[in-house]
């Protein structure tokens, strides 16, 4: 190895600890491509430990039964509506504090803090006494067959009912990174998830006095992990691991904060409600055709958000820059951000969409040897694959986006390009068209490239420069 190439690889190595021991760093200044890879690897590392636990959680709960794996994809699917509230909430809390942060307003960026996780909690609230109460109503809406409902219900309820924890690990990791406290919030998914996969198999299938729960162990073992993790989370913000620190005299309502935190909060919880209720429509436009076809699909999604996952920590490291750049009144640093970021997910994704389309059967098969399970799977990683260039530069520009504050303008696209249009060509290509299951993986990437297209269009128009929180 030449000297050069060692002085490369020791720099790359030095900014990789860097990066994951979370020194702090100023992101309004000094290189671009230094900033995006800080920022960028523990975000990385931390959606990958997401999606790795995804990849193991379904191993494990397909040895139950189809009818298991089928409850966790309708489950979820539910579920997803928590999501669209916990990362509405999330994108305001990244926004406003990387703006209080890039202004050097570190009060602001704690009062900020506190009042977003009043807000989770008030929220969290409410859809823990729906998720306990009618746990086989919200599956029976889902179009899921008696047996499955008595078989699963108790993972519905368990989830649901600890929602809790799914809210604050989305809005207090949310806190840290729009702080640029990006290897807190990679350490604390690093926790939850390890937990997760330590626990799933023991409270799945037993261990010593512990008993066979099956499908409900998933969720149980889940919910444990998150908690843990929800407790550290705590600890890092009232010890002031990061740059946010807060104490308990901080924990009362401030209008002012509360009212502007809403506001930038609604563009965001408008457009994942819209988007992730269109995946609750796909779900169900799906269980038309089968519990096996259902299974196929819930581990096709699975295995792409593996690899979907590293895509949206780097446009989450873009969200910051945006975010930061913008309080520190540099909007062409801010663009330019962007534009790199997206680059290096295109580049990314583009690899990976080769890999999925070529080895698809393969993957599936690891999962289930039911060949309508993986015939379907495939077809739905495959066709989903060839769009994955377009879904990386969607992704970092719609976060750019809600970096900015700007929640609204995503909000608009995901309306048109899935209510007006990727649910209407799905249930007519699936159902009218007869075209079966691949209507439905067709509207999912074409839905994807859409966003693509109008997002950079009306990004480069420059409007999310002039936006305040």
Do not use: H
């Amino acid at each position: 190895m030449s000297q050069d190439n060692q002085q490369s690889t020791t720099t790359i190595f030095q900014l990789f600890k860097q990066a994951v021991t979370g020194k702090d760093q100023d992101f309004t200044s000094g290189s671009l491509r230094k900033a995006i890879f800080l920022l960028s690897i523990p975000m990385i590392l931390e959606m990958l430990m997401e999606s790795i636990f995804a990849l193991v959680d379904i191993i494990y709960v397909s040895q139950v039964s189809v009818n298991a794996v089928a409850t966790i994809g309708l489950t979820e699917s539910v579920i997803t509506l928590v999501y669209a509230v916990a990362i509405g909430l999330s994108m305001a809390a990244t926004a406003v504090v990387a703006r209080r942060i890039g202004e050097k307003d570190k009060k602001g960026a704690s009062q900020a803090a506190v009042q977003v996780i009043i807000l989770g909690f008030a929220v969290a609230m409410i859809i823990s006494v729906i998720g306990i109460l009618y746990p086989k109503e919200i599956l029976g809406l889902m179009g899921a067959e008696l047996d499955l409902i008595e078989e699963g219900y108790g993972y519905t309820q368990i989830l649901l009912g600890g929602n809790l924890t799914i809210m604050f690990l989305f809005l207090i990791n949310a806190i840290f990174r729009g702080a640029g406290n990006a290897s807190i919030a990679m350490w604390t998914l690093i926790l939850s998830n390890g937990l997760n996969i330590i626990l799933d198999p023991i409270f799945i299938f037993g261990f010593g006095p512990i008993p066979a729960y099956g499908v409900e162990g998933a969720a149980i073992a889940t919910t444990i992990g998150r908690g843990t993790a929800v407790v550290w989370q705590l600890i890092a913000l009232f010890y002031g691991f990061g740059k946010i620190k807060i104490a308990f005299r901080d924990l009362v309502i401030k209008v002012t904060v509360m009212v502007n935190l809403i506001k930038v909060s609604l563009g965001g919880i408008g457009q994942f409600l819209i988007g992730t209720s269109s995946w609750v429509f796909l779900m169900r436009i799906m269980s038309e055709f089968g519990s096996e076809v259902l299974a196929g699909y819930t581990i096709a999604i699975r295995i792409m958000m593996f690899t979907l996952m590293p895509a949206w920590g780097m446009s989450n490291a873009a969200a910051t820059l945006v975010g930061q750049n913008l309080g520190a009144k540099k909007p062409d640093r801010a663009e330019k951000s962007v534009w790199i970021t997206g680059k290096y997910a295109a580049y990314f994704m583009g690899f990976v969409s080769v890999i999925y389309v070529i080895f698809a059967p393969t993957f599936l098969s690891w999962f289930s040897e039911d060949p309508v399970v993986v015939k379907n799977g495939a077809l739905c990683l495959q066709i989903i694959a060839a769009g994955y260039i377009f879904y990386a530069y969607g992704m970092v520009i719609i976060q750019s986006f809600n970096g900015s504050g700007d929640t609204k303008t995503p909000t608009y696209i995901n309306f048109v390009c899935f209510w007006l249009f990727q649910l209407p060509f799905a249930y007519l290509a699936a159902i009218y068209f007869d075209l079966g299951p691949m209507g439905v993986f067709l509207s999912i990437t074409l839905a994807e490239v859409l966003i693509a297209v109008i997002g950079i269009w009306l990004f480069k128009k420059g409007k999310w420069k002039t936006v305040q929180v």
